[in-house]
């Protein structure tokens, strides 16, 4: 078992930034690829970013290319979510989730570990 806690969510102004963290107990972080997804009032889940085990590969969803960096600190086992530029549209609850598969990818399915999330609101 891993177990996820995310933090750093909050409100905050269009325009603005926050720095979610996800904190990861149990089994050992490094063996994980990690993502973070979100999921707005009415919507369904949908993927923002993934980074390797490694930390040395990341991918994105198209919304959050330029605007959101993914990074891990393994010896802190904690996966992090910069958000810049922040839009009202960004407003979602963020979840982190950890993968066991080799490759980075976006299926919800494929991650077997998830936080119970954190709250970002971005007014307008």
């Known amino acids: 078992q891993v177990q996820l806690v995310e933090s750093g969510g909050g409100l905050v102004q269009a325009g603005g930034s926050l720095r979610l963290s996800c904190a990861a107990s149990?089994?050992?972080?490094?063996?994980?690829?990690m993502g973070w997804f979100r999921q707005a009032p009415g919507k369904e889940r949908e993927f923002v970013a993934a980074?390797?085990?490694?930390?040395?590969?990341?991918y994105y969803f198209d919304s959050a290319k330029g605007r959101f960096t993914i990074s891990r600190d393994n010896a802190k086992n904690t996966v992090y979510l910069q958000m810049n530029s922040l839009k009202p549209e960004d407003t979602a609850v963020y979840h982190c989730?950890?993968?066991?598969?080799?490759?980075?990818?976006?299926?919800?399915?494929?991650?077997?570990?998830w936080g119970q999330g954190t709250q970002v609101t971005v007014s307008s």
């Open positions: 989730a950890a993968s066991s598969r080799e490759y980075l990818h976006s299926y919800i399915d494929w991650y077997e570990f």
């Open positions: 149990g089994r050992t972080f490094s063996n994980y690829n």
């Open positions: 980074i390797r085990w490694s930390g040395d590969s990341s």
